[in-house]
């Protein structure tokens, strides 16, 4: 038997957001996880499109607001094209109806860019084991 114990290969995440600082840093926060490789951004829909087809990617996070391009919007497309990639939304909306839209759209997560960034990689490592996840910061009312 090898010494060496056999590594899984890394998660590989596709971000899809407008913010070049919020990139830089979600991108390097991820980098540092063993288990996670940033593989591409894309500030917009159709550059994802044309990425997700390119990289492969095993999970995207996806911003809510993509300027002409609704977040949503993208999260529909590829949850009816692409049903098993797990999708995540980060957004600066911490209602849950923002949420609960979100995941009806056919994403698998939802969190608000306030999280701490260790929530943000368990949210990644729990959506892509099937789960869903919505982040602590998630205001919910009454009957939600």
């Known amino acids: 038997m090898d010494a060496e114990v056999e590594r899984k290969a890394p ?23 063993e288990d996670m490789e940033v593989c591409g951004f894309a500030a917009d829909a159709s550059e994802a499109l044309k990425l997700i087809a390119e990289k492969g990617p095993g ?13 949503l919007g993208l999260v529909r497309k590829l949850s009816s094209e692409s049903p098993r990639l797990p999708i995540i939304v980060l957004s600066m909306h911490d209602e849950f109806p ?10 698998r ?4 860019r306030q999280e701490a960034p ?19 910061s998630v205001v919910r009312s009454e009957g939600d």
């Open 59 to 71: 999970l995207i996070i996806v911003g809510i607001s993509l300027g002409a391009d609704k977040g």
């Open 118 to 136: 260790e929530l943000i990689v368990r949210a990644i490592r729990q959506v892509i084991s099937e789960g869903e996840f919505v982040g602590d």
């Open 109 to 112: 997560g939802y969190l608000t």
């Open 98 to 107: 923002f949420a609960k839209r979100a995941l009806r759209a056919g994403a």
């Open 11 to 33: 998660i590989r995440i596709l971000l899809v957001e407008d913010n070049p600082v919020f990139v830089k840093g979600l991108s390097g926060l991820l980098d540092f996880e």
